[in-house]
């Protein structure tokens, strides 16, 4: 009986031990969400009512195209589930061959105008998040070695980009767009074509992050604790991977918020001039561009629909850039 009765008390104890710490880390868990609660970011993020409804918009759009397979009703590049004489179907009607409702109408071919947002979108929103992080990590990368190397390496990263900075970002999209398509064999291009858009787009985009991320890193490696890394025999790449970059990542993050907005409207830019996705697989530029051809025909909600879409798309996401600019910029606070 003692023995039981010793295990019991040995249970009970682990039990109430298990209970401490539990209350113990409670506290603990409670306070770091406080933290972040009232931390300067999202006190701006909860007083801002326009970010508010940036974010709900980008974060609908976002899961939207996401989705796009499940929330579609319909597979519009599908040729088989294709009706024709479903084309040109007004808002809010029903079709002629299928019978089926169509709450945004229909195209030329009979596709379901909401579908084809949908999947449009996931395509521009997939080619303007690669490619900005295309161009985030050229950029990152080449500043940060001009601001640590100095020099003629420097100098040459520098030259680069201000002559690049002359010209417009679509004229150089458009050039390295038809270089890389010139150089894709025939065969291949329609199937390269995204990858070659990405590049173009990113190759554009990479100057403004290298000419923020080496002044950056020329400021930061004049402070001890590079020096110190540097009396201790770390290597350059180490300086910078560890100890440089971690404090220009702020700068990037706003700059790359900013910029997907820029490279969206670039895909659709060059979509819409023929030179961008293929019509196998459209984007929303691709989209605005056919309903163009049909807006004084009177079939206006092929244009309108994917251009309200594109346009609530980059708004939401350069209202967040800016609010990230102005919360992480720390002479507004």
């Known amino acids: 009986m003692s023995k039981i009765a010793t295990k019991a008390t040995d249970v009970a104890d682990g039990v109430a031990g298990t209970s401490m710490d539990t209350v113990e880390l409670t506290p603990g868990i409670a306070a770091r969400l406080g933290s972040i609660w009232s931390s300067d970011i999202v006190w701006s993020f909860r007083h801002s009512p326009v970010t508010i409804v940036a974010a709900l918009v980008f974060t609908s759009l976002l899961l939207a195209a996401v989705f ?15 009706n024709l004489m479903d084309g040109f179907t007004p808002p809010m009607s029903t079709g002629m061959g299928s019978g089926a409702m169509y709450w945004l109408g229909t195209d030329d071919q009979g596709r ?4 084809t947002i949908l999947y449009g979108m996931r395509l521009s929103l997939f080619i303007g998040i690669a490619a900005v992080a295309f161009a ?80 950056s890193a020329m400021v930061e490696v ?6 110190a890394a540097r009396l201790l025999g770390r290597k350059p790449h180490h300086i910078l991977r560890k100890h440089i970059l971690p404090n220009v990542l702020g700068p990037v993050s706003v700059i790359a918020t900013i910029y997907l907005a820029l490279a969206i409207i670039t895909e659709a830019t060059l979509s819409f001039l023929g030179v961008g996705a293929p019509p196998t697989s459209p984007s929303l530029g691709t989209l605005i561009s056919i309903g163009q051809d049909y807006l004084f025909s009177g079939e206006w909600w092929i244009l309108l629909f994917p251009s309200l879409t594109l346009l609530a798309l980059a708004l939401s996401v350069n209202l967040l850039g800016d609010w990230l600019r102005d919360a992480l910029n720390p002479k507004l606070q």
């Open 68 to 82: 796009a397979p499940w929330i579609s009703p319909y597979t519009p590049f599908d040729p088989a589930s294709l």
């Open 136 to 215: 985030a990590v050229v950029g990152v990368t080449l500043g940060l070695i001009a601001g640590y190397t100095g020099g003629w390496v420097d100098a040459l990263i520098m030259r680069i980009a201000d002559i690049q900075l002359t010209f417009p970002s679509i004229m150089v999209a458009l050039l390295i767009f038809g270089i890389a398509r010139g150089l894709t064999p025939p065969e291949l291009r329609d199937q390269m074509a995204i990858w070659v858009l990405i590049l173009s787009i990113g190759l554009s985009e990479w100057v403004q992050f290298a000419r923020t991320v080496r002044g």
């Open 222 to 227: 004049k402070k001890d604790y590079v020096q």
């Open 112 to 115: 379901d105008v909401f579908s």
